[in-house]
T-cell receptor, first 115, second 116 residues
């Protein structure tokens, strides 16, 4: 396993369109996170899964955002009716939730540009 | 709610010199984890070093070490013998150990420039 994989790496979309991003975590990791990062800022938490259960969602995640993790494996993040303010890097991370294992491994991100 | 503050937007260091990046955090919890992550330009974020709050001993990883002051809620990163490859954004992060809430909270980052 080569790490957390995100697809696509870049996405340009017109305002109002829907987009979907995919994240494949490290295979044995049961925890999966989505973050959003804008230029010059730190990652902002969006949502967190433990296995297939979505345990926490940020208030930043409006109704236009939805995330799923069917069968506790890969995850998708969908943004409906995109707005220019959605332009950002979307980061996925995973971790192994046992004992005091704490390191989150990050993917390379999906850069979204809404025009 | 927990917060993480990095007050140095940018730092510079001469190659082979030592630099310290600052981080403070706010929490009411007693057990938690602190991290420093490195994000090189256009590359993915990688873990530099981790500290468990219940451990008094400061963590070290080769040229990287931390100064963890729990009472002061301070967690600084020292990079010794700086190398050109250390140039990156550095993010301080906090994670609770409370069951059910495992999100990481990041600071705004410090951009480190290494001068040859």
């Amino acid at each position: 396993d080569t790490g957390v994989s995100q697809d696509p790496r870049h996405k340009i979309t017109k305002r109002g369109q829907n987009v979907t991003f995919r994240c494949d975590p490290i295979s044995e990791h049961n925890r999966l996170y989505w973050y959003r990062q804008t230029l010059g800022q730190g990652p902002e938490f969006l949502t967190y899964f433990q296995n297939e259960a979505q345990l926490e969602k940020s208030r930043l995640l409006s109704d236009r955002f939805s995330a799923e993790r069917p069968k506790g494996s890969f995850s998708t993040l969908e943004i409906q009716r995109t707005e220019q303010g959605d332009s950002a890097m979307y980061l996925c991370a995973s971790s192994l939730g046992t004992g005091r294992n704490t390191e989150a491994f990050f993917g390379q991100g999906t850069r979204l540009t809404v025009v | 709610a927990q917060t993480v503050t990095q007050s140095q937007p940018e730092m510079s260091v001469q190659e082979a010199e030592t630099v310290t990046l600052s981080c403070t955090y706010d929490t009411s919890e007693s057990d938690y984890y602190l991290f420093w992550y490195k994000q090189p330009p256009s590359r993915q974020m990688i873990l530099v070093i981790r500290q468990e709050a219940y451990k008094q001993q400061n963590a070290t990883e080769n040229r990287f070490s931390v100064n963890f002051q729990k009472a002061a809620k301070s967690f600084s990163l020292k990079i010794s013998d700086s190398q050109l490859g250390d140039a990156a954004m550095y993010f301080c992060a906090y994670r609770t150990s409370t069951s059910g809430t495992y999100k990481y909270i990041f600071g705004t980052g410090t951009r480190l420039k290494v001068l040859a």
